[in-house]
Structures are given as structure tokens and as C-alpha cells.
């Protein structure tokens, strides 16, 4: 990719450029899991949903291998407050 888009956010959520996600492949980085420790790209809000693959794609391409070689991160559910009372079970009687 050429120099100028190397300033271009990858992960919205933590604000981790194409260059943060480049210079960790430099640096050692095999995977998204790898990239996501060093720059924490998939680390915000949406757990990787937006950036996950697009880093993916960009550890294949700066690596010279098919996409499928590229090991993913686990996916998680976003974390949100939830009230305790949604957990405590409802007696028939009760309601």
C-alpha cells in the first residue's frame, strides 16, 4: 500500500493506523491476536468485528501468504452493563 494510507485507522474503536498494524508485522506479529497485543487493534468496543479481518487481510498481504494461513482472534460478545435483576429467576407466583 502506498505511504500516504498508512495513516488510515484500521480499528476505529482504540484509533490503531494501518502504519501501528504494519510495524507490528515488522516486528514479529504472525497473527491477529499477535497484532492485537502489540497495537491493541480489536480491543474496543466491538471486539474485532470491524477490524478483525481487515487486519487479517493486511498481515497476508505485507506477509506474501494466502489469507486462510492467517490465524483469526476468538471472537467475543461486546461487554455491557447488565442489571442483576435479569439474572435472578422469576417464581411462578411471581409477577
Known sequence: MPKEKDDVLICRCNEVSLKEIKEAIKEGARTVKDVKRRTRAGM?????????KTVARIIASELKIPIEQVEM???????????IKNFLCKKENDE
Open 73 to 83: 482472534d476468538t471472537q467475543r460478545m461486546p461487554v455491557r452493563p447488565v442489571k
Open 44 to 52: 474496543g468496543l466491538c471486539q474485532g468485528r470491524s477490524c478483525g
